[in-house]
């Protein structure tokens, strides 16, 4: 009992910083539920020519395929494991590996080249079932600046907004660096972290030029160029 009365004691020498040392747990598991959904989001990246091929049935894409994928790719960009006792881990992974499975039908069908499924539809699924696994602790969320969202879904809310508009977008802002703050959602407490993201040239087929020529996927080309900021890992931690 004494070593844990000194402990909280040591953390609180003043409501400042006791405050931070409250929220530094929250910014570790933001930033890795973050790196782990980007993770499965790159593993449908790298498999798209795969999954549009029409020759093709089977894409041997299971649910555990991917997970297994995405878990290399957060190691290589973590350097070190999915940790899949950590709650917020394991409600991503479970919820890539649900996606998958219900994905099966769609991207195993043969004679059809675009099917319509590509990161972000993916991304979009996970985000909504891990964030329904979470139940209210905690929610992750693709978005982008307000001018390039295509999907309603992915708006930003005011505080997404601001963090891209004012801090991403601020000239000589770091380059990749996350923005996060302790603060309130619908009046609760809340901390929030968000990752800015860039264009690579593999994204520029769809959202690269001619500005408002058709993709594949029918949607309009925003006429972005690579490196351009693109979008952004949203998550928000309730306490
Ligand atoms: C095959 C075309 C295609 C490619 C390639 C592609 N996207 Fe998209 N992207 C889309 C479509 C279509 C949507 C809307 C998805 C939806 O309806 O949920 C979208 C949505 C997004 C969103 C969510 C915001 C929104 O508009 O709803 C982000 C962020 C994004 N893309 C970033 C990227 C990045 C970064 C890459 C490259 C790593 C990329 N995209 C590659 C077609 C593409």
Request: glycine share 10%; aromatic share 8%.
């Amino acid at each position: 009992m004494k070593k844990i009365y000194l402990y909280t004691a040591s953390i609180c020498i003043s409501g400042l910083f006791c405050f931070s040392a409250a929220y530094a747990g929250e910014e570790d598991t933001a930033k890795e539920m973050a790196a782990l959904f980007s993770s499965g989001r790159a593993v449908i990246s790298d498999n798209q020519d795969q999954i549009n091929n029409a020759d093709l049935g089977d894409k041997g894409l299971t649910g555990d395929v991917v997970v297994a994928k995405a878990k290399e790719k957060y190691k290589e960009k973590m350097g070190k494991d999915v940790d899949a006792n950590d709650p917020y881990q394991k409600a991503i992974l479970e919820a890539i590996g649900d996606v998958m499975k219900d994905a099966q039908p769609v991207i195993n069908e043969k004679g059809k080249g675009f099917k319509g499924f590509l990161p972000a539809v993916f991304a979009g699924q996970v985000a909504t079932k891990a964030s329904e696994k979470l139940s209210g602790k905690a929610v992750i969320k693709l978005t982008a600046p307000k001018e390039l969202v295509r999907n309603r879904k992915n708006r930003p809310d005011d505080w997404e907004s601001k963090a891209i508009e004012e801090t991403f977008k601020k000239a000589g802002y770091e380059k990749g660096k996350a923005f996060s703050e302790a603060t309130t959602v619908d009046g609760k407490n809340a901390f929030r972290f968000i990752q800015p993201e860039y264009y690579k040239q593999s994204c520029l087929s769809c959202h690269g030029g001619p500005k408002g020529e058709t993709d594949i996927s029918g949607g309009k080309k925003e006429g972005a160029n690579l490196d351009d900021l693109g979008g952004a890992v949203s998550v928000t931690i309730f306490k």
